[in-house]
C-alpha cells in the first residue's frame, strides 16, 4: 500500500492493511436468472426501513446487465430527491446489498458521483455526500443562467414545444395543493429541466441534471420549504403563459431575474447555516 495507509475493515470497522480503493476484485457476473449481480455482501443494516426499500425497487431499473452508470443515476437521482442529505456516509454494504450489485460496480458508481462532485472519499472514512461551500453555490447559478437563459435564447420562431415545462407546473401546484412541500422542490428541479430541455440538447441536459443535483444538496437549508417554493410556484406559471404566448426575450427576462433572487435567497440561508457550525 502506497505511503503505508491503512484501510478500515467495512464489516469489522476495525484498521486493516486494505486499503478502501485497493480491495481484491471481485469477479464481476453478467447477472443471475433473475438478473441481480452475485454481490459479496450479507445483508447489512444501515439504511432506514424506506430508504431501503426504496433502493432494493430500484433494483428493476439496472435490469439483467447492471452497470456503474445505471447505479450511480439511481444514487443521482435519489440524492437530488432529498433521501441522502449533505453529509451521509454511504455504506458500500448497506447501498450494495440493497441494490444488489457488486462491490466493484458500486465503487465505479461512486468515482462517477465523486467527478460530478456529488459525493466525497474520505481516506479511512468512506464515501460521503457532499456539503457544498457558499462559492459552490454562487458557481452553481453562474452555469445555470449560462445554460437556462441560453435554452430560452434560443427558441427561435413559436410556438414552443412547452409540454414538459407545462407538465412540471402543474405538479408543483398540484404538490402545493397537498401540503407535499418535497414533491413541490421536485417539480420546481423538474421545470427547470424542462426549460433546459427546449434547447433539445441531449448534452446540456446532461449538465443540467448533474448541476440541479448538486444544487439540491444546498435546498436542506430552508427552514420553511412552503415560504421558500410557493413565489417561485407563481413565476414557474408566469414564465410558461409567456412561452406559451411566444414571447421568449421576455420569459428570458422573466428567468434571468428568478435566478437572481433564488441565488440570493438561497445564499443568504446558507451563509447563516454554515456561520453556525
Given at each position: 500500500?502506497?505511503?503505508?495507509?491503512?484501510?478500515?475493515?467495512?464489516?469489522?470497522?476495525?484498521?486493516?492493511?486494505?486499503?478502501?480503493?485497493?480491495?481484491?476484485?471481485?469477479?464481476?457476473?453478467?447477472?443471475?436468472?433473475?438478473?441481480?449481480?452475485?454481490?459479496?455482501?450479507?445483508?447489512?443494516?444501515?439504511l432506514?426501513?424506506?430508504?431501503?426499500?426504496?433502493?432494493?425497487?430500484?433494483?428493476?431499473?439496472?435490469?439483467?446487465?447492471?452497470?456503474?452508470?445505471?447505479?450511480?443515476?439511481?444514487?443521482?437521482?435519489?440524492?437530488?430527491?432529498?433521501?441522502?442529505?449533505?453529509?451521509?456516509?454511504?455504506?458500500?454494504?448497506?447501498?450494495?446489498?440493497?441494490?444488489?450489485?457488486?462491490?466493484?460496480?458500486?465503487?465505479?458508481?461512486?468515482?462517477?458521483?465523486?467527478?460530478?462532485?456529488?459525493?466525497v472519499?474520505?481516506?479511512?472514512?468512506?464515501?460521503?455526500?457532499?456539503?457544498?461551500?457558499?462559492?459552490?453555490?454562487?458557481?452553481?447559478?453562474?452555469?445555470?443562467?449560462?445554460?437556462?437563459?441560453?435554452?430560452?435564447?434560443?427558441?427561435?420562431?413559436?410556438?414552443?414545444?412547452?409540454?414538459?415545462?407545462e407538465?412540471?407546473?402543474?405538479?408543483?401546484?398540484?404538490?402545493?395543493r397537498?401540503?407535499?412541500?418535497?414533491?413541490?422542490?421536485?417539480?420546481?428541479?423538474?421545470?427547470?429541466?424542462?426549460?433546459?430541455s427546449?434547447?433539445?440538447?441531449?448534452?446540456?441536459?446532461?449538465?443540467?441534471?448533474?448541476?440541479?443535483?448538486?444544487?439540491?444538496?444546498?435546498?436542506?437549508?430552508?427552514?420553511?420549504?412552503?415560504?421558500?417554493y410557493?413565489?417561485?410556484?407563481?413565476?414557474?406559471?408566469?414564465?410558461?403563459?409567456?412561452?406559451?404566448?411566444?414571447?421568449?426575450?421576455?420569459?428570458?427576462?422573466?428567468?434571468?431575474?428568478?435566478?437572481?433572487?433564488?441565488?440570493?435567497?438561497?445564499?443568504?440561508?446558507?451563509?447563516r447555516?454554515?456561520?453556525?457550525?
Amino acid at each position: 500500500m502506497a505511503n503505508g495507509a491503512k484501510g478500515v475493515n467495512r464489516r469489522s470497522g476495525e484498521p486493516s492493511d486494505e486499503s478502501p480503493d485497493e480491495s481484491p476484485e471481485m469477479p464481476e457476473s453478467p447477472g443471475t436468472a433473475g438478473g441481480v449481480e452475485p454481490t459479496g455482501y450479507a445483508p447489512a443494516p444501515g439504511l432506514a426501513p424506506g430508504l431501503a426499500a426504496g433502493l432494493e425497487a430500484d433494483r428493476a431499473l439496472l435490469g439483467r446487465t447492471s452497470t456503474a452508470e445505471r447505479v450511480a443515476d439511481i444514487l443521482r437521482d435519489r440524492i437530488a430527491e432529498g433521501f441522502f442529505p449533505p453529509g451521509t456516509r454511504l455504506s458500500e454494504d448497506s447501498v450494495g446489498g440493497a441494490l444488489g450489485v457488486s462491490r466493484n460496480t458500486l465503487r465505479e458508481a461512486f468515482r462517477l458521483l465523486t467527478h460530478e462532485r456529488l459525493l466525497v472519499h474520505e481516506l479511512n472514512r468512506g464515501v460521503f455526500v457532499r456539503v457544498v461551500t457558499v462559492d459552490d453555490l454562487n458557481d452553481i447559478y453562474r452555469v445555470r443562467r449560462l445554460v437556462e437563459c441560453a435554452a430560452v435564447r434560443g427558441l427561435g420562431e413559436p410556438p414552443y414545444e412547452v409540454r414538459a415545462v407545462e407538465a412540471a407546473v402543474l405538479a408543483g401546484e398540484r404538490a402545493a395543493r397537498d401540503r407535499a412541500w418535497e414533491d413541490l422542490s421536485t417539480a420546481n428541479i423538474r421545470f427547470h429541466q424542462a426549460i433546459v430541455s427546449l434547447a433539445g440538447s441531449p448534452r446540456a441536459d446532461e449538465l443540467m441534471r448533474a448541476v440541479l443535483a448538486e444544487l439540491r444538496l444546498v435546498f436542506h437549508v430552508m427552514a420553511d420549504p412552503r415560504r421558500f417554493y410557493a413565489p417561485y410556484l407563481v413565476r414557474n406559471r408566469q414564465i410558461l403563459e409567456v412561452l406559451q404566448s411566444g414571447d421568449a426575450v421576455e420569459a428570458e427576462r422573466l428567468l434571468a431575474s428568478y435566478l437572481d433572487d433564488s441565488q440570493g435567497q438561497l445564499a443568504d440561508a446558507y451563509r447563516r447555516k454554515m456561520s453556525r457550525r
